[in-house]
């Protein structure tokens, strides 16, 4: 059986899961995630409880088992708690501002960066502590985000200048004076 897939998802107070055929549908405090699974999985609501069960023991289907489970859980986590990750800009000059519905991101181009924030997403920047917070309930959509703006300018590996997530560690290369032995 998979580890993942045969536990049980706790319903939180104040958050609701309905199960129509394949169509899931949570709601919480935060808002509401509908999702359809896959037609070889099934999942039942049985008291403060979600079950994901599969047919069979066949590899498909134990991947599709656990993969569903945790797409529900965090949907059941998204709703109630939400989801949150933060970004760090290291650099002389880099900065990154909120202006209405874009972020705008100067990363040391010769232009500014414009990236339009996308529906179900709240960016703030602290511009003071070089720090971008992308927030939202949609947890695949919140690391789409992320992962979108810290490909404007990954981090280095000689300064380690760039955009990187909290805590990331950057290995830090020796640069050509170092290499020499004379």
Known sequence: M???GKHPIPIPDKTSVK???????V???KGELVREIHKDISAAVEGSEVLVTRPSDLKKHRALHGL???LLNNMVVGVSEGFKRELQIIGVGYRAEVQGTRLVLQLGYSH???????EGVTVTAIDKEHKIFVEGIDKELVGAVTAKIRSYRKPEPYKGKGIRYAGEHVKIKAGKAAGTGA
């Open 27 to 29: 709601t919480g405090p």
């Open 2 to 4: 998979s580890r993942v």
């Open 19 to 25: 199960i129509d055929g394949k169509l899931v549908t």
């Open 112 to 118: 500014p960066i414009l990236f339009a924030i996308p």
């Open 68 to 70: 569903t489970r945790a």
